[in-house]
């Protein structure tokens, strides 16, 4: 069983939010059943898998708490069922991959501190853990991850892991720190797509015909 600290409870809301991005992508894609499942999964628990391979966490958490495959068997289900509710696929997988972003940023941080990482590690660990899971989806789901691309992504987790960091040096309540990072993450996001904020591009907008 896991414990009921608001540090866990985030690791599952984050696991829940990936959980259904990752079935929206898969169902978005027409994948089968099985298809839309392994996508889930993978989205859901990739980021913290890396995470834990990367201190040296081992067994992964999920593989020591089965309630996590329960939890995304049961989401993912959920989303299967009510995907007729969700009338726009692609706002609600920004939604929830979004939302997945913003949570898991702050326990690959905090799992950073807990092992008295530098922090610029421990920055870097969290937009590992908050990033990685949408990247296999997207791989899996042939698509060019976003990361990759000019949105602001990956930057979003940056600053809330900076965030995290300052927050933590000048002694704010850890739980304060942990719901305030998270919606910084979240609130960057939802504003630099609602504006069409991007980081520069040096691509030409357009290729002219060589004719």
């Known amino acids: 069983m896991i414990e009921l600290s608001l540090f866990n409870i985030l690791d599952l809301l984050g696991t829940v939010a990936f959980a259904i991005s990752g079935a929206l992508a898969a169902m978005n894609r027409r994948l089968d ?43 993912t289900i959920f989303a299967i069922i009510f995907r007729r509710k969700l009338n726009h696929l692609k706002k609600s997988l920004f939604l929830f991959d979004t939302i997945g972003l913003g949570v898991f940023t702050i326990t690959g941080v905090e799992m950073g501190i807990q092992n008295d990482l530098n ?13 990685f899971g949408g990247v296999i989806r997207d791989i899996l789901c042939n698509e060019i991850p976003v990361i ?29 720190i942990y719901v305030g990072t998270s919606l910084t993450v979240i609130i960057i996001r939802l504003i630099v797509v609602k504006y069409h904020i991007s980081l520069p591009s040096f691509y030409l907008s357009s290729k002219k015909s060589p004719l």
């Open 33 to 75: 059943l099985f298809g839309i499942f392994i996508i889930a999964f993978v989205t859901a628990i990739g980021g913290g898998t890396v995470r834990d391979m990367l201190i040296g966490n081992t067994p992964v958490t999920w593989m020591e708490n089965i309630i996590y495959i329960y939890l995304i068997g049961v989401v």
């Open 119 to 131: 922090p610029i590690i421990s920055i870097t660990l969290g937009a590992m853990t908050g990033t």
């Open 148 to 176: 990759f691309r000019k949105e602001i992504y990956a930057t979003a987790s940056i600053t809330g892991g900076l965030a995290f960091i300052i927050l933590h040096e000048i002694g704010v309540n850890q739980d304060i």
